[in-house]
């Protein structure tokens, strides 16, 4: 069976930088594209980053482009997302979801629109 586990979500101040990673197990990364997502109660389900499997092309929303950068590491079939001057609003559960229903993501994404999902990590900002 496919999982994925997320881990490393912490509180951490505001400016500060947190690793993100989601470990899958049950098949390889290189076998579907990769996205972050995050969900709020106020904004509901916004996607943050993706990998393309096939050339690895990283794509982002605007809000964390320049901060965030998503990464994978294939000899431990784990992505990462690396979250550098973290902001209040950037203050979320994140999710790892793979085998997107289309491509490439877009900012309002939906729960139905990933096959799998981790469970989430929760990340807190203090200002």
């Known amino acids: 069976d496919v999982q994925l586990v997320d881990t490393g979500g912490a509180e951490v101040q505001a400016g500060g930088s947190l690793r993100l990673s989601c470990a899958a197990s049950?098949?390889?990364?290189?076998?579907?594209?990769m996205s972050w997502l995050r969900h709020t109660p106020d904004k509901g389900l916004e996607w943050v980053s993706a990998?393309?499997?096939?050339?690895?092309?990283?794509l982002y929303a605007d809000s964390v482009k320049g901060r965030f950068t998503i990464s994978t590491d294939n000899t431990k079939n784990t992505l990462y997302l690396q979250m550098n001057f973290l902001k209040s609003e950037d203050a979320a559960r994140y999710y790892c979801?793979?085998?997107?229903?289309?491509?490439?993501?877009?900012?309002?994404?939906?729960?139905?629109?990933?096959?799998?999902w981790g469970q989430g990590t929760q990340v807190s900002v203090s200002s």
């Open positions: 990998v393309d499997r096939n050339d690895g092309m990283r």
């Open positions: 979801a793979a085998d997107a229903r289309f491509w490439p993501p877009r900012k309002n994404m939906t729960w139905t629109d990933f096959t799998y």
């Open positions: 049950g098949y390889s990364l290189a076998v579907y594209d």
